[in-house]
């Protein structure tokens, strides 16, 4: 039996503008019922790859070198209209972003039916009925509902399914998703992969998904490339890339990813991706590298056969398994508790069409206590309550009903329900850190002014005195003393979470409040950022509350760790306790729906 | 939906009682009253006394505001001081006219600028897109007396097609003032379908730029398609309220304009009450200014909730 001739064929494909290459020199191809999986972090250019295999170039981008072939006929150079019929006909998108991607005036139903008009001989009749069958196969709870509806007017998972549907209207023989499950909850998610997975094996469909998330290419992909700064540094089998990764990239991309099944922290990656106007002129991982050698600095290595299936760019390829944690450090030493929470309601008032308000409650009858130096992690899916909880502890919710009470220097002080009504050392005692630094700091305040506005509230410190100050709460979240001068706008992702981390610690705080706080942030950003927090709030004794949607990443920072669903508790413990033997079935079902990554 | 609706309306309606206390205590401030400015220099105190008394004037403001505002729910305007005659019937006519005017400028000004609009917007920056902007903003900068001016010259000096001046009275049949608010009409178009065109053309490129227009070209939708079943609905949506405002806010051009053509309509009027000082009429036709342009701008409030299903149906 001979190999299926591939379908998809992209060769030393360059894209980019003047003086930079977003992607450069790839190659790859794909054949009836394969998938390929493209990892990397923001900025890889994985995005705009997928793009171009549909023959389309994202604003301000331009085709430099290479070719793209779909059943032999090129993608690129090609007018719109000479791409119409191939365009969802014989390569589908799922996009990153359903709810923006489906037109906001047009119904569900409408928009499939179009793909149909287009791509395929079905009569107006037979199309209405195409159109409920698909809804169906995407597993739509009442298609015929769901087909009258507006795109707003479904939930996340519901959009993102009529997405899948609308791109398997016109049966491709090649699926391109972006994404497909970034912002669903963890079930959600596993059930949308398990429909990917059926449609692959029961249609032949070839797949490419772009994701910076290791555990869904693992899911629902055979093969693996990993992207950096725009060029592919491994391809080749998914459980063996993964498990004993010939990059140091590779390794070191799996080496960041918190696991469910082990305790410690993941290990960051140092440094950060290159400029893309500025390439190194060696490895473009040189910088970052572990194993780096003068060579590297010189020579830039090419995508070469490591084994007769997989391809690495690196001068020392090897394949040595990926370190997974770091061992955990010392036990946990139980202190006296700092906060505790009793009974704890929240509720919102609900307006329905009539002016009328009912009560919805958000949270209910919650209790638990957080000791000195202990790192809570507060669990759920979205709608849990569980940033509800943290806005109640920092004032910013007005609790229906139940207690808080903190307790400084030996002295148990109720917390009052509104930060109005709280004394300045309360106030400075708990300090509360955003999902979103790009909001949560003000975009027209150089760093410098940013810390300032606590230090000199809470700190007294003299304005002599500030720069020297402010530089030392940056150095330790390992930011340059250069970082002060800096607009957020400056400065990357990570560096602006840490700048909001330092400007906690500013206030010098006994409670740290973590609201989802590395979600916005890539792995290996996001490990650096989860030792950070780690390291400091056992260096200064803080208790902290990590709240999150994802398992994996509390089990890797907290202490203890309670499971939230619909607003209350139904599980607390110890974190390797709780991952390794859960009681509930709630968490349970949550820690069997996460996706494990091979190892 | 209705509670959306019911609170548009009695906004409207606080709106319009606004309007009806400033309009009343405005012209209360003024020095003298109806009856100085009516008698003029030689009333004596008698006079004016048998005069205030006769209107009504010799009663404190607020019981004066009362009866004012309450006749006018009963479709009672007052009695014009110069005119000595029911304010309703010379106001009635002139509002038609005006109406007229308005509705002829609607029907030519609105197509025109939604079609320029989308056609600037598809190919921003592009020769096409240059020309239109360019005579838009040029028609946006130059004020109506002069854009009037300059169509008369052109129109009805040099070319001759059509007469410079509205000659026709005020009660003439509905189809002669049609043809008779052709240059008026065009000189409002000039300036209405400007500012509507540039609204629907920013709206037009920034839907061009959306993920789902993306989406319908990787779901190989068509040009052609794409721009009537995806962009165009989408861009005019937001210029609804746009067009309302643009069209209240014409009632201003529409004093000015119809005084260069010498068209019968309530802004003529308007300019008339005021240089005779005929203060109930200016009163009536300031408030029926207000409703005018509170009833359009509520209009297209309750027409843009109609047509966006954001608005009209909410989650949950």
């Given at each position: 039996?001979?190999?299926?001739?591939?379908?998809?064929?992209?060769?030393?494909?360059?894209?980019?503008?003047?003086?930079?290459?977003?992607?450069?020199?790839?190659?790859?191809?794909?054949?009836?019922?394969?998938?390929?999986?493209?990892?990397?972090?923001?900025?890889?250019?994985?995005?705009?790859?997928l793009?171009?295999?549909?023959?389309?170039?994202?604003?301000?981008?331009?085709?430099?070198?290479?070719?793209?072939?779909?059943?032999?006929?090129?993608?690129?150079?090609?007018?719109?209209?000479?791409?119409e019929?191939?365009?969802?006909?014989?390569?589908?998108?799922?996009?990153?972003?359903?709810?923006?991607?489906?037109?906001?005036?047009?119904?569900?139903?409408?928009?499939?039916?179009?793909?149909?008009?287009?791509?395929?001989?079905?009569?107006?009749?037979?199309?209405?009925?195409?159109?409920?069958?698909?809804?169906?196969?995407?597993?739509?709870?009442?298609?015929?509902?769901?087909?009258?509806?507006?795109p707003?007017?479904?939930?996340?998972?519901?959009?993102?399914?009529?997405?899948?549907?609308?791109?398997?209207?016109?049966?491709?023989?090649?699926?391109?998703?972006?994404?497909?499950?970034?912002?669903?909850?963890?079930?959600?998610?596993?059930?949308?992969?398990?429909?990917?997975?059926?449609?692959?094996?029961?249609?032949?469909?070839?797949?490419?998904?772009?994701?910076?998330?290791?555990?869904?290419?693992?899911?629902?992909?055979?093969?693996?490339?990993?992207?950096?700064?725009g060029?592919?540094?491994?391809?080749?089998?998914?459980?063996?890339?993964?498990?004993?990764?010939?990059?140091?990239?590779?390794?070191?991309?799996?080496?960041?990813?918190?696991?469910?099944?082990?305790?410690?922290?993941?290990?960051?990656?140092?440094?950060?991706?290159?400029?893309?106007?500025?390439?190194?002129?060696?490895?473009?991982?040189?910088?970052?590298?572990?194993?780096?050698?003068?060579?590297?600095?010189?020579?830039?290595?090419?995508?070469?056969?490591?084994?007769?299936?997989?391809?690495?760019?690196?001068?020392?390829?090897?394949?040595?398994?990926?370190?997974?944690?770091?061992?955990?450090?010392?036990?946990?030493?139980?202190?006296?508790?700092?906060?505790?929470?009793?009974?704890?309601?929240?509720?919102?008032?609900?307006?329905?069409?009539?002016?009328?308000?009912?009560?919805?409650?958000?949270?209910?009858?919650v209790?638990?206590?957080?000791?000195?130096?202990?790192?809570?992690g507060?669990?759920?899916?979205?709608?849990?309550?569980?940033?509800?909880?943290?806005?109640?502890?920092?004032?910013?919710?007005?609790?229906?009903?139940?207690?808080?009470?903190?307790?400084?220097?030996?002295?148990?002080?109720?917390?009052?329900?509104?930060?109005?009504?709280?004394?300045?050392?309360?106030?400075?005692?708990?300090q509360?850190?955003?999902?979103?630094?790009?909001?949560?700091?003000?975009?027209?305040?150089?760093?410098?002014?940013?810390?300032?506005?606590?230090?000199?509230l809470?700190?007294?410190?003299?304005?002599?005195?500030?720069?020297?100050?402010?530089?030392?709460?940056?150095?330790?979240?390992?930011?340059?003393?250069?970082?002060?001068?800096?607009?957020?706008?400056?400065?990357?992702?990570?560096?602006?979470?840490?700048?909001?981390?330092?400007?906690?610690?500013?206030?010098?705080?006994?409670?740290?409040?973590?609201?989802?706080?590395?979600?916005?942030?890539?792995?290996?950003?996001?490990?650096?950022?989860?030792?950070?927090?780690?390291?400091?709030?056992?260096?200064?004794?803080?208790?902290?509350?990590?709240?999150?949607?994802?398992?994996?990443?509390?089990?890797?920072?907290?202490?203890?760790?309670?499971?939230?669903?619909?607003?209350?508790?139904?599980?607390?413990?110890?974190?390797?306790?709780?991952?390794?033997?859960?009681v509930?079935?709630?968490?349970?079902?949550?820690?069997?729906?996460?996706?494990?990554i091979?190892a | 939906?209705?509670?959306?609706?019911?609170?548009r309306?009695?906004?409207?309606?606080?709106?319009?009682?606004?309007i009806?206390?400033?309009v009343?205590?405005?012209?209360?401030?003024?020095?003298?009253?109806?009856?100085?400015?009516?008698l003029?220099?030689?009333?004596?105190?008698?006079?004016?006394?048998?005069?205030?008394?006769?209107?009504?004037?010799?009663?404190?403001?607020?019981?004066?505001?009362?009866?004012?505002?309450?006749?006018?729910?009963?479709?009672?305007?007052g009695?014009?001081?110069?005119?000595?005659?029911?304010?309703?019937?010379?106001?009635?006519?002139r509002?038609?006219?005006?109406?007229?005017?308005?509705?002829?400028?609607?029907?030519?000004?609105?197509?025109?600028?939604?079609?320029?609009?989308?056609?600037?917007?598809?190919?921003?920056?592009?020769?096409?897109?240059?020309?239109?902007?360019?005579?838009?903003?040029?028609?946006?900068?130059?004020?109506?007396?002069?854009?009037?001016?300059?169509?008369?010259?052109?129109?009805?000096?040099?070319?001759?097609?059509?007469?410079g001046?509205?000659?026709?009275?005020?009660?003439?049949?509905?189809?002669?003032?049609?043809?008779?608010?052709?240059?008026?009409?065009?000189?409002?178009?000039?300036?209405?379908?400007?500012?509507i065109?540039?609204?629907?053309?920013?709206?037009?490129?920034?839907?061009?730029?959306?993920?789902?227009?993306?989406?319908a070209?990787?779901?190989?939708?068509?040009?052609?398609?794409?721009?009537?079943?995806?962009?165009?609905?989408?861009?005019?949506?937001?210029?609804?309220?746009?067009?309302?405002?643009?069209?209240?806010?014409?009632?201003?051009?529409?004093?000015?304009?119809?005084?260069?053509?010498?068209?019968?309509?309530?802004?003529?009027?308007?300019?008339?009450?005021?240089?005779?000082?005929?203060?109930?009429?200016?009163?009536?036709?300031?408030?029926?200014?207000?409703?005018?342009?509170?009833?359009?701008?509520?209009?297209?409030?309750?027409?843009?909730?109609?047509l966006?299903?954001?608005?009209?149906?909410?989650?949950?």
């Open positions: 039996m001979t190999a299926p001739s591939p379908r998809l064929m992209v060769e030393n494909l360059q894209i980019g503008g003047a003086g930079f290459l977003v992607v450069d020199r790839v190659s790859f191809t794909l054949g009836p019922g394969e998938s390929l999986g493209i990892a990397g972090e923001s900025g890889s250019g994985k995005s705009t790859l793009l171009s295999l549909m023959g389309m170039m994202r604003q301000g981008l331009l085709h430099v070198g290479g070719s793209v072939r779909l059943d032999g006929r090129p993608m690129l150079g090609q007018s719109d209209a000479a791409l019929p191939v365009r969802g006909g014989k390569i589908a998108l799922v996009p990153q972003n359903p709810a923006t991607a489906l037109n906001p005036s047009r119904r569900i139903g409408a928009q499939i039916d179009e793909a149909l008009q287009l791509h395929s001989t079905l009569t107006r009749i037979d199309r209405a009925a195409r159109v409920l069958d698909l809804l169906g196969r995407v597993r739509l709870p009442e298609p015929a509902i769901a087909a009258r509806r507006f707003h007017e479904l939930s996340g998972g519901q959009v993102q399914r009529a997405a899948i549907a609308m791109a398997l209207a016109g049966e491709p023989d090649m699926l391109l998703l972006d994404e497909p499950t970034t912002g669903l909850d963890v079930t959600t998610q596993a059930a949308l992969l398990d429909l990917l997975v059926d449609l692959r094996h029961r249609d032949r469909v070839g797949m490419v998904c772009v994701s910076h998330d290791l555990g869904v290419l693992a899911r629902l992909c055979d093969r693996i490339a990993v992207m950096y700064a060029a592919m540094v491994e391809e080749g089998p998914l459980v063996p890339v993964l498990t004993h990764p010939g990059h140091p990239y590779t390794r070191a991309l799996v080496a960041s990813i918190p696991r469910i099944g082990a305790a410690g922290l993941p290990l960051p990656i140092d440094g950060n991706p290159p400029s893309l106007f500025h390439l190194p002129t060696g490895c473009r991982f040189a910088p970052r590298c572990a194993l780096v050698q003068d060579a590297c600095r010189t020579t830039r290595p090419d995508l070469e056969l490591l084994d007769p299936d997989r391809k690495v760019a690196c001068l020392r390829p090897m394949t040595i398994p990926a370190p997974v944690t770091r061992p955990s450090d010392a036990a946990f030493a139980i202190g006296a508790p700092i906060l505790a929470v009793k009974d704890l309601s929240v509720g919102y008032a609900q307006q329905n069409m009539f002016g009328k308000t009912t009560p919805r409650q958000v949270v209910e009858a209790s638990f206590t957080v000791q000195k130096g202990e790192v809570l507060l669990v759920g899916e979205s709608g849990s309550g569980k940033s509800t909880i943290l806005r109640a502890i920092a004032g910013l919710a007005h609790p229906g009903s139940g207690s808080m009470s903190l307790t400084r220097d030996g002295e148990t002080r109720v917390l009052a329900a509104s930060s109005t009504e709280r004394s300045l050392a309360q106030l400075r005692s708990i509360l850190i955003f999902q979103n630094p790009d909001a949560s700091l003000n975009p027209r305040h150089r760093v410098l002014d940013l810390l300032a506005q606590p230090l000199l809470y700190g007294k410190v003299a304005r002599s005195q500030l720069r020297a100050k402010a530089a030392g709460l940056l150095a330790e979240v390992r930011l340059g003393a250069a970082t002060l001068d800096r607009m957020p706008a400056q400065l990357s992702g990570g560096e602006r979470q840490r700048v909001a981390i330092a400007r906690a610690f500013a206030a010098e705080p006994d409670l740290l409040l973590c609201d989802e706080i590395t979600t916005a942030l890539d792995v290996s950003v996001q490990a650096a950022v989860l030792e950070l927090i780690r390291e400091l709030a056992r260096k200064h004794d803080v208790a902290a509350i990590f709240v999150s949607h994802d398992l994996a990443v509390v089990r890797a920072i907290a202490d203890r760790i309670a499971v939230l669903r619909s607003g209350r508790i139904v599980e607390i413990g110890p974190a390797g306790d709780l991952c390794e033997r859960p509930d079935d709630y968490t349970q079902s949550l820690i069997a729906s996460i996706l494990r091979p | 939906m209705i509670a959306v609706l019911l609170e309306i009695g906004l409207a309606l606080v709106t319009l009682l606004i009806a206390v400033t009343f205590f405005a012209l209360e401030l003024m020095p003298g009253d109806a009856c100085t400015v009516h003029g220099r030689g009333a004596t105190d008698t006079m004016l006394a048998a005069c205030r008394a006769r209107m009504g004037l010799d009663q404190p403001p607020l019981w004066r505001f009362a009866a004012w505002a309450g006749d006018i729910l009963h479709g009672d305007l009695v014009s001081m110069q005119r000595e005659r029911p304010i309703v019937d010379i106001v009635g006519w509002l038609r006219n005006t109406l007229i005017l308005a509705a002829v400028t609607a029907t030519i000004g609105i197509p025109l600028a939604l079609g320029l609009g989308v056609l600037a917007g598809l190919k921003p920056d592009g020769p096409l897109d240059m020309a239109i902007s360019g005579i838009a903003i040029f028609a946006m900068t130059v004020p109506e007396f002069i854009s009037g001016t300059l169509m008369i010259l052109v129109f009805s000096v040099i070319l001759g097609w059509a007469a001046v509205v000659t026709i009275g005020y009660k003439a049949p509905a189809l002669d003032l049609v043809r008779a608010s052709m240059l008026p009409a065009a000189t409002l178009v000039f300036i209405l379908a400007a500012h065109l540039r609204m629907v053309r920013a709206s037009v490129i920034e839907v061009m730029q959306s993920d789902f227009v993306q989406m070209r990787l779901k190989g939708v068509p040009q052609r398609r794409i721009i009537w079943h995806h962009v165009v609905p989408n861009a005019l949506l937001p210029a609804i309220s746009v067009i309302g405002l643009t069209m209240a806010w014409l009632l201003g051009g529409v004093v000015i304009v119809e005084s260069v053509f010498n068209y019968p309509g309530l802004g003529r009027l308007a300019v008339d009450a005021v240089a005779d000082q005929d203060l109930p009429l200016v009163q009536a036709i300031a408030l029926l200014f207000g409703l005018i342009y509170v009833l359009t701008n509520l209009g297209a409030d309750l027409l843009a909730l109609a966006n299903p954001r608005l009209r149906t909410r989650r949950g």
